[in-house]
C-alpha cells in the first residue's frame, strides 16, 4: 500500500476519531460523582437506531427501559411473558458494562387491567392480587438477578394532592403491598438497589407525603435503599432550590437519592405547571408549539442554565445522589413530543434531533470539572 494511502486512512480515522470524542464524554467527567445514564426505547434497545446507541455507549454509565420492562410489554396476558426485547436490552447493559436499570413492577400506568380483576372481570381480593404480584416479581426480577443492578420497585404512588394514590394496587392491597413488593424483589435478588419513584416530590405537600411514606415502609419492614426523584421539569419550574432541599430531607432518612428521568421541557404549557400525570392530554394550538423550526438561542441559552443548575445541585449533595439518568437520548425521542399535547416539537434532552450534543453538555461537564 501506498504511503499516501495509509496517511489518507490515517487522516481520515483521525477525523472520524475527532467527530465521535470532541471533548470528555459525560460519565467520564462524572465518574467520581455518579453514574450517568438514558432511558433507552425499543429502537434503540434493538440497534435500529445505532446513532442513539453510539451516543449511549460513549457517553453514558447507565441505562433504564423506557417502557420495554413495564407490566403491559413483558406480561400482557396472565399466562405468558414476552422477554424478547427486555432481554436484548439487559444484553446491551452488559455488553457495554452499564449500570442496568429495571423500571418498574407496581405502577397505575400501563399495568393490563386483568392483572386486577377474576375472569369475570370483578375486582380480585388482596390475596390473589398479592399472589400475583409475588409471582411476577421472582420471575422478572429474578430472571435478570446480578443483572439489573437497580429496581423502581413501587411508582408514582403518592398523588399531586399530597395523599397516597388511589390506584387499584393501593386500593385492593394497601401499604401492606408495596411493603412486600420491596421484600419479594430483595428475596428475588439480595443485592439490588430497591427504589420508590416518584415525579414532583420537590413540592413541599407532596414531598412531605413521600418522607412520611419511606418511614412507614422502612418500619413495615420494606428493604428500600432509594428514592427516585424523577425530575420531569419545565424551565421556570420548579425552584431548583425545592430540589437542593428534597435531596438533603430524604437523605436524612437514610436512603440514596437518584435523578431518575430527567428532563426539561421548554415548550410553553397551558395550566398548573411541571407534572408527569400521564393520564393528561390537552387540545393542540399553534401557540403551545412555538419552535417548530428550531430552538431560538435565547431558550437554548435558559435550556443549559437549567440543566447545569440541576446537576450543580446533584453535585453538591454527592454523597447521596448515586445517579442521573436522563429520560431519552435526543430530541428525537422525548416523550415530550407527545405530551401533554400531541405532535409537538420538543427540546427536553441533551442531545439534539442530528444526534449532536447540545451546550447543555458542555455545561454539565464544566460543573463537574469545578
Ligand atoms: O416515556 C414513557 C412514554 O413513552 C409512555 O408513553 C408513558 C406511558 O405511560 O410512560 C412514559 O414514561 C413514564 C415513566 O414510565 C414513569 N414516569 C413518567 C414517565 C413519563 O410519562
Not at 449532536?356 to 469545578?370: L, M
Amino acid at each position: 500500500m501506498k504511503f499516501t494511502t495509509i496517511l489518507a486512512g490515517a487522516v481520515a480515522l483521525a477525523a472520524m476519531t475527532a467527530a465521535v470524542s470532541a471533548g470528555p464524554a459525560l460519565k467520564d467527567a462524572y465518574k467520581n460523582a455518579f453514574v450517568i445514564g438514558a432511558a433507552l426505547n425499543a429502537g434503540q434497545i434493538t440497534g435500529q437506531d445505532a446513532k442513539s446507541d453510539e451516543i449511549v455507549v460513549r457517553e453514558f454509565s447507565a441505562i433504564s427501559p423506557e417502557n420495554d420492562l413495564k407490566w403491559e410489554r413483558i406480561h400482557p396476558a396472565p399466562d405468558g411473558y414476552h422477554f424478547d426485547i427486555a432481554d436484548q436490552y439487559v444484553a446491551f447493559g452488559q455488553a457495554h458494562n452499564l449500570y442496568t436499570v429495571g423500571h418498574v413492577l407496581v405502577w397505575h400506568a400501563q399495568t393490563p387491567r386483568w392483572v386486577f380483576q377474576d375472569a369475570q372481570g370483578k375486582p380480585i381480593s388482596k390475596d390473589a392480587l398479592l399472589e400475583r404480584l409475588r409471582s411476577h416479581i421472582f420471575t422478572v426480577v429474578g430472571r435478570y438477578k446480578g443483572k439489573i443492578k437497580a429496581w423502581d420497585v413501587i411508582n408514582e404512588v403518592v398523588g399531586d394532592d399530597g395523599k397516597m394514590r388511589q390506584s387499584p394496587w393501593y386500593q385492593i392491597g394497601g401499604e401492606e403491598l408495596f411493603v412486600k413488593a420491596f421484600q419479594w424483589a430483595h428475596q428475588a435478588d439480595p443485592k439490588a438497589e430497591l427504589t420508590y419513584n416518584d415525579y414532583n416530590i420537590e413540592n413541599p405537600d407532596k414531598r412531605a407525603e413521600a418522607l412520611a411514606l419511606v418511614k412507614r415502609l422502612k418500619a413495615a419492614g420494606a428493604p428500600i435503599t432509594t428514592v427516585g426523584i424523577q425530575a420531569h421539569y419545565m424551565l421556570g419550574e420548579p425552584d431548583l432550590k425545592l430540589l437542593d432541599e428534597t435531596i438533603g430531607e430524604f437523605a436524612k432518612l437514610g436512603v440514596k437519592v437518584a435523578l431518575t428521568e430527567l428532563d426539561i421541557d421548554v415548550l410553553p404549557r397551558p395550566g398548573n405547571g411541571a407534572t408527569a400525570d400521564v393520564a393528561l392530554s390537552l387540545a393542540a394550538d399553534p401557540k403551545y408549539n412555538p419552535y417548530v423550526n428550531g430552538l431560538p438561542a435565547d431558550v437554548q441559552q435558559k435550556l443549559t442554565e437549567r440543566y447545569a443548575q440541576v446537576f450543580a445541585f446533584a453535585l453538591k449533595h454527592k454523597d447521596v445522589v448515586n445517579r442521573i439518568t436522563t429520560w431519552g437520548v435526543t430530541d428525537n425521542d422525548t416523550w415530550h413530543n407527545g405530551w401533554p399535547i400531541r405532535g409537538r416539537t420538543a427540546y427536553s434532552l441533551l442531545f439534539d434531533r442530528a444526534y449532536q450534543a447540545k451546550p447543555s453538555v458542555a455545561a454539565i461537564i464544566s460543573e463537574a470539572q469545578k
